[in-house]
Each structure stands twice: as C-alpha cells, then as structure tokens.
C-alpha cells in the first residue's frame, strides 16, 4: 500500500489552489459591495478631501480624479444600507442543506462551478439593478447568495473524496485561504477602483476574474481520484487506501441521527456565534472605518483588509500545527479541535470589546480590529473542520446544516448593528462589539463541553467502525 504520495504536482494539491481561486472569488464578488456602498451613497457632506460627517476627525486623503464621477449615487437610510448589506444571506441560507445533498447525488463538481458560475453573472448586473432601485439590488444579492451557497457543502463534499485524514487540516486551509484572500484584497482593490475608475467598475473586474476560474475548474477538476485521468496511480492508491475505513458504504442518509448528533450541535453553536463576529466586521468594517474613524475610500479599503490578512496567516499556520499534533504528537483530534475553537473566539471577543474603547486612536482601534480578526483564524483547524472528523460520508450535508444556522448572524447582524447606530456615535458601535462578544464567549464554552474528535458510529456502514 501506498501510505504516502509526492505533495509537488499532486492532483490532491492542484484542487486544494483551483478550489482556493474558487473561494478567493466567492468571497470578493461577497465583500466588494461592503465598499462599494461607501461610494454609492449621496453624501453631500463628503467634498473630494473634507469628510466632515465622520466622528473622529478625518485624515486628509488625496483629491480624487475628476472623471470618475459618472456613476450614479443614491439616497438610501442607514436602514436600506442595513437590508442590502445584509440581502445577500437570504438567499444564501436557502442553498446550505440542498447544496450538500445534491453534492452527494451528482457530484460537486459541476454544482460548485454553476455556483460561482450564476453569481459571477449576477455581480456584473449590479450597477445596473442598482439604477433599478434598492429593491432590484437586494433581489440582485439574493441570488448571489443562492449561487453562493452551494460553494461550501460541495467543496466539503468534494474533500470528504480527495482529502487523506492526516493531510485534511492542511488541504483544507489551503483551500480555504481563498476566501480570506478574497476579503484581503478586494477591500483594498475595490477602494483603488472606487478611487481611479467609479464603483461600477469594481463588479465588472471581480466578474471577470470569475469568468477565467469557471474555465480552468471546468478543465481542470474531478469528483474523485477514481475519475480523475491524469492523476498518478500512487496518489490515486494512498488517498483511496487512507479513506476506505473512513467512508459510508451505505447511499442511506441518517438523517435522525444527523439531526440528534450531539457533537454536531456543538459545531453549530460555535459556528453561529463565531460568524456573527465574522460578519458583522464584514460587512460593516469599511461603514466604521469611513463614519467613526474618518479613512476615505481609498485608505479604507486597506485598513478594512489588514484583519484578514492576520487571519490568513494564522488560519494556515493553525492548520500546520494542528495536523503535526494530531500525526506527530499523537495529541487526540478532539483536543486540538477544542483548543483552536477556545483561542480562535474568545481572543477576538477580547479585542473587539477593546477596539470600542480606543476611542479615535486610530493606530489602536486598527490594531486591535486586526488581532481580533486575526486571532479567530485559528478556529479553521477547530470547529470549522470538526464535520469532517466526525462523520466525513456526510461532510457536505453536516456543513450545510451548519451553516445554514451560521448565515443567520449575516441577515440579522448588519441590520441590528446598522438599527442601533443610527446617529453613529462611538457608544452605539460599543453596544455592537459587546453583543458580538458574549455571543463568542457563550459559543465557544458550548463547543468546548460538547465537542467531539471521533467519527461518530451512525456515520459508518461498514462492518468495523474507525481505523485509528
């Protein structure tokens, strides 16, 4: 038996980059609008260098190119900013639990690609749903969510065949680091097009680099080592040997026993209350940034993304060192779920309370924004991999399960957080940070009491249950 294959060239590792550049669109196509808002907006308080409206007092920011003032601006209350904002998890939601079974019944390769395929089409019509009206925006982001939604059960589905037990942290937070890169750069590379072109142009340009991925993903992507035609016959037999005791024999669902799993339970409650940190910093960091902290457009947008880029970076390195406990330090699984889960939500927790206080130190407030989000990177080798340890035949329907309870922190999140900061003061964003907080704190005390590292037995048919 195979029990190890080359990392270099390894089909294994080409679907772990290709599913990154998948995630890196997903999650620009997600954020761009975030930004973009800034610049959609009609604020005749804002002249090209004066931000007169924000609470600290504002940086100077270089004039703007004349020319870019072409597109159209509107005059949506900081309720409607709340619901477009917010709009594009509605139809997120909806595709969670349908994404991973049709991923299990045929394939989720095809399904990811028209996934990203149908959202990539209806960001390059934004602008002009956008002159619509705030309702055909909102219908708009809808069904970006529905194209969107799909992306994680089949990604899962499509690990739960590709990915040895030993390597999974590993492949997975390559592949995941897409949609952190996603956020890194579109924040900042949206702020730049806001700048020199107009914000219509930051859909057009995410757009088409959506457009090359669904081509090479379409050319260059398999369902399984067994259907792939190019992969080497020593990759295809050490990662087919390292899952045969690992997979569901059975075309069965148990879905009584998904729904009374308690380990898996655990997961959601972690993942809701990580999420609504997640997302309320999300959508409304560049809000922040722009009305409390005075950065232009252009400034914002980078200051926006250096949170996930610490996130990033300790998302992969968590990933490393969790897979070397777990194979070298034979550390048990579910420790090292439970310790990354712990580190990954009550240190953002801690440092999101303490942004709210810095008041307009804006070295300070930009720190402490960046080690939380940084440090919840960590929770990627915790809670967020958890499914695949527990019952990895199921992978794809368990994450749909999850994240169809955590998409509710991005419908509701943005709006409750943009109701109680009507006037934007620095006391209305503290109420923010403290709920975003305790919500943390209560999931990872959950998660930690109930959390489990074992495939759990109705998730296997076969006649022994787990190999190691």
């Known amino acids: 038996m195979f029990n190890y294959a080359p990392v270099c060239c390894s089909s294994r590792y080409g679907l772990a980059l290709l599913s990154s550049y998948g995630f890196f669109v997903v999650y620009s196509l997600r954020v761009n609008l975030s930004v973009a808002m800034v610049d959609m907006l009609n604020n005749t308080h804002h002249s090209s260098i004066n931000h007169s409206s924000s609470v600290c007092p504002a940086h100077a920011s270089p004039t703007r190119p004349q020319h870019n003032h072409t597109?159209?601006?509107?005059?949506?209350?900081?309720?409607?900013?709340?619901?477009?904002?917010?709009?594009?998890?509605?139809?997120?939601?909806l595709t969670q639990i349908p994404g991973g079974y049709l991923a299990g019944r045929y394939g989720p390769k095809w399904l990811m690609g028209f996934g990203i395929l149908g959202t990539v089409v209806f960001t390059l019509l934004t602008p002009v749903a956008a002159d619509l009206g705030a309702s055909y925006l909102i219908a708009v982001r809808v069904f970006e969510g529905i194209g969107e939604g799909v992306t994680f059960p089949a990604m899962y589905t499509m690990w739960a065949a590709w990915a040895p037990p030993l390597e999974r942290s590993r492949l997975l937070t390559i592949s995941y680091i897409g949609a952190q890169l996603g956020t890194v750069i579109a924040l900042p590379v949206s702020g730049e097009i806001c700048f020199y072109l107009d914000w219509t142009y930051v859909f057009y340009i995410f757009g088409a680099f959506g457009l090359v991925w669904f081509v090479l993903w379409a050319l260059f992507v398999f369902n399984s080592p067994n259907t792939?035609?190019?992969?080497?016959?020593r990759e295809r037999l050490y990662i087919t040997s390292s899952l045969k005791n690992e997979l569901s024999t059975s075309t069965h669902i148990p879905w009584g026993s998904i729904v009374t799993?308690?380990?898996?339970?655990?997961?959601?409650?972690?993942?809701?209350?990580?999420?609504?940190t997640f997302y309320?910093?999300?959508?409304?960091?560049?809000?922040?940034?722009?009305d409390i902290l005075g950065f232009s457009i252009q400034q914002n947008g980078m200051l926006s993304a250096l949170p996930y880029i610490g996130c990033a970076v300790l998302a992969v390195?968590?990933?490393?060192?969790?897979?070397?406990l777990r194979e070298s330090c034979q550390c048990p699984t579910v420790r090292v779920r439970k310790v990354a889960s712990l580190v990954g939500m009550i240190g953002p927790a801690v440092f999101l309370v303490a942004a709210g206080y810095t008041g307009c130190n804006y070295t300070m407030a930009v720190t402490f924004l960046t080690i939380s989000s940084s440090l919840g990177g960590v929770s990627a080798s915790g809670f967020n991999i958890n499914h695949l340890d527990i019952a990895p035949s199921y992978a794809g329907i368990l994450l749909g399960i999850t994240n169809t309870f955590a998409t509710i922190p991005g419908m509701v999140g943005p709006v409750i957080a943009r109701a109680l900061t009507k006037n934007n003061t620095i006391e209305e964003w503290q109420i923010v940070f403290y709920i975003a907080a305790t919500i943390n704190l209560l999931g990872a005390s959950f998660y930690t009491l109930l959390g489990q590292g074992k495939v759990q037995p109705w998730a296997v048919h076969t006649s022994y249950s787990h190999g190691d």
Do not use: C, K
């Open 261 to 276: 799993s308690i380990p898996l339970w655990a997961i959601v409650v972690a993942h809701f209350s990580y999420n609504w």
């Open 317 to 324: 390195l968590s990933g490393q060192i969790a897979d070397y």
């Open 280 to 290: 309320t910093l999300l959508t409304l960091l560049p809000t922040y940034m722009n």
């Open 71 to 93: 597109a159209s601006v509107y005059n949506w209350d900081s309720e409607t900013q709340g619901w477009i904002l917010g709009s594009f998890f509605y139809g997120y939601i």
């Open 228 to 233: 792939h035609p190019r992969i080497s016959e």
